[in-house]
Nanobody, 125 residues
Framework: VQLQASGGGSVQDGGSLRLSCTVSGRTFSRLSMGWFRQAPGKEREFVAAIRSTNSNPYYKDSVKGRFTCSRDNAKNTVYLQMNSLKPEDTAVYYC???????????????????WGQGTLVTVSS
């Protein structure tokens, strides 16, 4: 399975970006997808996830109402629309894929077996 993330960049406080992650090598509709991020000097943390059943996405509390995770199975792509960005959102963002992901495991990086290369998001004040 290969994951290719894109869409990162530099924006000012309050700006928006949309990240995309395109998957190949596996039936995308059967994969649950997650977004994680890692800021300099910090551990990788969960941001959002959407299961293979395309049920309601799950979010880190601090991004609820600002970020929207969605998927397009016809395009083998998962998206992370990020609005009202804040400087504390600055990080390298990673997409990840998992099979057979249960709800309670969605926020754990260890649950995901496949990772993209990361895309840098920088939010300046």
């Amino acid at each position: 399975v290969q994951l290719q993330a894109s869409g990162g960049g530099s924006v000012q406080d309050g700006g928006s970006l949309r990240l995309s992650c395109t998957v190949s090598g596996r039936t995308f509709s059967r994969l649950s997808m997650g977004w994680f991020r890692q800021a300099p000097g910090k551990e990788r943390e969960f941001v959002a996830a959407i299961r293979s059943t395309n049920s309601n996405p799950y979010y880190k509390d601090s991004v609820k109402g600002r970020f929207t995770c969605s998927r397009d199975n016809a395009k083998n792509t998962v998206y992370l629309q990020m609005n009202s960005l804040k400087p504390e959102d600055t990080a390298v963002y990673y997409c990840a894929a998992a099979t057979g992901l249960i709800l309670s495991a969605m926020t754990s990086a260890q649950s995901y077996g496949y990772w993209g290369q990361g895309t840098l998001v920088t939010v300046s004040s």
